[in-house]
């Protein structure tokens, strides 16, 4: 699977959903109050899942990572808890990341036992987003309703990008990232789930796109699916313990193309 297309298309359509608040605003109201929230969020626990099945030549394919981490964003930590499923084979890691004078290290977990590993890398800026930009690019694109909550204390908004819009943003995204995504069909609209808590911050985001992408270079999706899950917003810390510090073993890291 083009794991490489399909993780930029993921956060495409992230960036594009997220934008939403309180059931007074206007859609663009809504979406700069988004932005002020975004600013404000320093730490918060959180869960994702990605759930991706795929055939391909008649061969089924199927990938599944959950995460169960913690990000302090205005400390540059994170510690994550990964599950992966990659087609029946199951691994599990504790990934800790800090970042110390312009560097990412990150400590991994031995999948086969108990110790970790360390690598040190320079801190890749081209990450950071500068949600201003993202509001004037993302302008317009989007249909925001709210509906019915089946979450108590939670508002649900619905948000729909239509498939011209999708199709369009595409091609906006690989001159952008100099990606070619020119192989990506978009065959409907996208409808994502957004719930917003009480102070306006979103803490849940569901995406299904298995009906809305078309064949990519001759794989069909037949599952595509991002859950995102947010708590104890700006009132999570993280602890990377001393014992991973002082005994993770360094290693060099290396670059690897995601794009097969």
Do not use: H, W
Not at 56 to 85: H, P, R
Not at 224 to 232: G, V
């Amino acid at each position: 699977m083009k794991l490489k297309k399909i993780g930029i298309m993921l956060c495409v359509v992230l960036l594009l959903v997220v934008g939403c608040g309180k059931k007074e605003l206007t859609p663009q109201e809504v979406f700069d109050e988004a932005i002020k929230k975004m600013e404000t969020l320093e730490n918060a626990s959180f869960k994702m899942n990605v759930e991706v099945a795929a055939v391909s030549e008649g061969e089924s394919q199927s990938i599944s990572v959950a995460i169960d981490g913690k990000i302090d964003d205005k400390n540059k930590m994170t510690d994550m808890t990964l599950d992966l499923d990659l087609g029946g084979i199951s691994i599990a890691t504790q990934v800790y990341t800090e970042e110390v004078d312009g560097n990412t290290i990150t400590y991994t977990k031995d999948v086969m036992g108990d110790g970790y590993t360390k690598t040190t890398e320079p801190t890749d800026s081209s990450l950071d987003v500068d949600f201003n930009e993202v509001a004037d690019f993302f302008n317009g694109k989007r249909e925001i309703t709210k509906v019915k909550s089946d979450i108590d204390k939670l508002d649900k908004y619905e948000v729909k990008i239509t498939k011209d819009d999708f199709q369009e943003i595409f091609g906006s995204v690989s001159e952008i990232l100099d990606e070619d995504m020119s192989g990506i069909e978009i065959k409907n609209d996208l409808v994502a789930d957004i719930y917003i808590n009480e102070e306006g911050y979103m803490t849940k985001v569901v995406i299904d796109m298995k009906d809305v992408i078309g064949e990519i270079e001759g794989v069909e999706y037949t599952k595509l699916s991002l859950t995102i899950e947010l708590t104890d917003i700006n009132k999570t810390t993280v602890t990377i313990p001393d014992d991973v510090r002082n005994n993770a073993v360094e290693e060099v890291a290396e670059d690897y193309d995601y794009t097969e």
